[in-house]
């Protein structure tokens, strides 16, 4: 008896697939909805389910068939993996970082303002005494070099840094509306 290369082989590896590109959707269905493209979300999710469907159609067609069981885990983690790995690709949106420094704010502050970044800072009481906290929201493309700016200008600051679903940008001088996917994105 011939081995059956469309039911052990094939239709698993098409499984693994299809469940890598839903699921791989699914992530960024997510943070398209967290940040506020009410538009775009609906139409991912559409592709989305429709892969599922596919897939989940093949598997109860042949459910003993333990090659699909494992080509359908194999392909929900690899498509975690990956959509993870699209989504911090795609780096938009904003962020907020909160940076609290005991000392040395000066140069951390003319850092920020040389790159062009708007801040707030205050003073404020800490358990080892006067800090000052910095407030600046930033493109999430430049985490990196701004927590780079941090460690070289003081490297035992404190920083936080959370997604941002919207920005009033009204009052910031020369702001311009971003444009995505062809569509305006709109806040509340």
């Known amino acids: 008896m011939a081995f059956d290369y469309l039911h052990f082989i094939l239709i698993p590896l098409i499984i693994v697939v299809a469940r890598i ?13 967290s940040k506020g493209f009410k538009n775009v979300a609906p139409i991912i999710g559409f592709f989305e389910i429709l892969i599922w469907i596919i ?13 699909y069981y494992f080509a359908y885990a194999i392909g929900f983690a690899s498509g975690t993996f990956i959509g993870m790995y ?4 795609l780096s938009f949106g904003k962020v907020i970082i909160r940076i609290i420094i005991q000392k040395d704010v000066e140069k951390l502050v003319e ?7 708007s801040l707030t800072f205050i003073d404020a009481e800490g358990k080892d005494g006067k800090v000052k906290m910095i407030f600046s929201i930033i493109d999430r493309k430049e985490i990196k070099k701004i927590v780079q700016i941090i ?38």
Do not use: C
Not at 21 to 33: C, G, K, Q, Y
Not at 86 to 89: C, Q, V
Not at 155 to 181: M, T
């Open 86 to 89: 699209i989504e911090d690709k």
């Open 111 to 117: 850092s920020f303002k040389k790159m062009g970044h």
């Open 21 to 33: 590109v839903d699921v791989s959707l699914a992530t960024i269905r997510i943070v398209f909805i």
């Open 55 to 67: 897939v989940i159609n093949q598997i109860m067609s042949d459910m003993n068939n333990y090659a």
């Open 151 to 188: 460690h070289q200008t003081n490297p035992k600051a404190f920083y936080s840094i959370e997604d941002v679903r919207f920005v009033s940008e009204k009052g910031k001088i020369g702001a311009k509306q971003r444009k995505f996917f062809g569509m305006y994105r709109k806040g509340k």
